[in-house]
């Protein structure tokens, strides 16, 4: 690094910015992925069983959830519990339900799930299974708006791994350009390594740990820029995300947990980069 | 020690630059090996420490088959012989003691042991007092004795020199010689590249002469 300290400064700078840009990117998938589980603890699903349907199906069908998902919590719901509800919700207008001549409503048993049960997949497969059933005449979970939170994950999940890939290509294209330099500027010395007996290893170790101590030093960089960008920004928007998230608040910009993700990001690309350098300008 | 049955060495597009060369040298031999520019001297130096490979025939360097070698094996061969060239090679940001230490550091050798052997080196080329100069200060024949210095720290068994007085002076053409000399005394192969006939006159030993890639002289004295 001491024969050009300004290139490796560049690189260094470089790597820093993508390696910030990605821990923001991580941040910011965490952030909704906390916001995604706050949500998802909402998630109940309503069996609606079949017009004539009595008591005795609604604890058959009870049984048979438990037993076939025991952490669902499940609970029989009367149709005239059923019709208060709807009085309360109606409020007003719910003194209209007393003129009925009879409860129109039927059996229903509610589910609350537990979050490996949450996905998608695991909802649509519930629901189908407890549709085929003969005293079920519907199933209710919030199919969109489970889809919608799925797609923002996937969306985010995506983007992330794209912003990761450019993240990648910049890192490995700046550290394999500055050692291509370096591999110059060191020329004469390395010839002379080869003539007196230098092994493969011997010449390109500099090189890697090299390109190793940049990536090192652009996740340092980033982490720091994670740790002012906290500072600076997070408790704002803990704040505006608070109603949602709850007292335990958005998970941390720069964790230590996130700090080592970063070093060992910034480490492996920058390995890349060198093993990329020393493979195209050091043929010993 | 080198032994050479049939050596070929071409380059695409050029005539051969070595044709049949057959000669074996023994261990302990101090030998020159003359011709005019062109003939193919420097080439076939560095086919005895695998900087070129042959394109026909064998090269038999301690044994190791040079063409068969792997690219693993070409450093581990390189350890057991010396080069030493006109244009000195020296690293001119490094000091004298720096530059005889590098094919110690490049073998991994202890720090002490580092030291030792190149102040014992140096003592020997009489450059001691020279130990923390940098090359660029030195005179001609004070750089080629700190690339002897260089090539013998490590204690090869073959020393090769192509053209070590080509740049210096008669007075320091005799110092660098009579050091040759002395290390082949010792116990080493010396392979010496020159065209300068005053040295062969001086100097008695076995001459080996190439002319277009051939071997056309093997004898004791010049041809």
């Known amino acids: 690094m001491r024969h050009s300290p300004w290139v490796h400064g560049v690189a260094v700078l470089t790597l820093g910015l993508a390696l910030f840009a990605a821990g923001l990117a991580l941040g910011a998938a965490r952030w909704v992925d906390a916001l995604a589980g706050s949500l998802g603890g909402e998630v109940e699903m309503t069996v609606y069983l079949a017009e004539g349907q009595g008591q005795a199906q609604a604890e058959g069908l009870l049984a048979a959830v438990r037993a076939s998902h025991p952490g669902v919590e499940a609970r029989a719901v009367s149709p005239a519990e059923a019709l208060q509800r709807l009085g309360a919700q109606l409020g007003d207008l719910g003194a209209a339900l007393e003129g009925l001549p009879d409860n129109p409503l039927d059996w229903s048993v509610e589910l609350r799930l537990p979050r490996p049960d949450r996905s998608p997949e695991a909802l649509a497969s519930l629901a189908s299974e407890l549709r085929a059933l003969p005293s079920v005449s519907g199933v209710d979970y919030g199919e969109q708006a489970v889809a919608r939170l799925e797609g923002l994950r996937r969306a985010l999940r995506w983007g992330g791994l794209l912003l990761l890939l450019v993240v990648a290509g910049v890192t490995v294209v700046v550290v394999s350009a500055t050692l291509q330099l370096a591999i110059y500027a060191r020329r004469e010395e390395i010839e002379i ?36 960008a906290e500072r600076l920004g997070a408790p704002r928007a803990a704040e505006l995300a608070a109603f949602l998230v709850g007292p335990a608040g958005l998970p941390p910009l720069a964790s230590p947990w996130v700090l080592l993700q970063l070093a060992l990001a910034g480490l492996l690309l920058g390995l890349a980069g060198s093993f990329v350098a020393v493979g195209r300008f050091l043929r010993v | 020690m080198i032994q050479m049955f049939h050596v070929e060495k071409a380059y695409p597009g050029d005539p051969p630059t070595l044709q049949d060369i057959n000669l074996r040298v023994e261990k302990g031999e101090f030998v020159f090996l003359t011709g005019p520019s062109g003939a193919g001297k420097s080439t076939l130096l560095k086919l005895v420490f695998a900087a070129e490979l042959p394109t026909g025939g064998q090269v038999l360097v301690g044994g190791h088959n040079v063409g068969r070698l792997r690219a693993s094996g070409i450093p581990y061969l390189r350890r057991n012989v010396g080069v030493v060239f006109q244009d000195f090679k020296l690293l001119p940001h490094r000091t004298v003691a720096e530059n005889v230490a590098f094919t110690l550091e490049v073998l991994g050798a202890p720090r002490r042991e580092v030291e030792e052997k190149v102040e014992r080196m140096l003592k020997r080329v009489g450059l001691l007092h020279k130990a923390g100069s940098f090359p660029p200060r030195l005179s001609g024949g004070e750089q080629q004795r700190v690339v002897i210095a260089r090539a013998l720290v490590n204690e090869p068994t073959i020393l090769l020199a192509d053209e070590p007085t080509g740049n210096l002076d008669p007075a320091l053409t005799v110092d660098i010689m009579d050091l040759l000399r002395d290390v082949n005394i010792r116990g080493t192969t010396v392979l010496v590249v020159t065209h300068d006939h005053s040295l062969l006159e001086r100097y008695r030993s076995r001459v080996l002469r190439l002319e277009r890639g051939r071997l056309v002289y093997d004898g004791m004295g010049p041809p």
Not at chain 1, 201 to 209: E, N, S, T
């Open chain 1, 193 to 228: 390594q080869k003539l007196v007996g230098a092994t493969d290893g011997f010449v390109k170790a500099p090189f890697l740990i090299e390109g190793a101590l940049q990536g090192l030093a652009g996740a340092g960089l980033a982490g720091v820029g994670l740790w002012g």
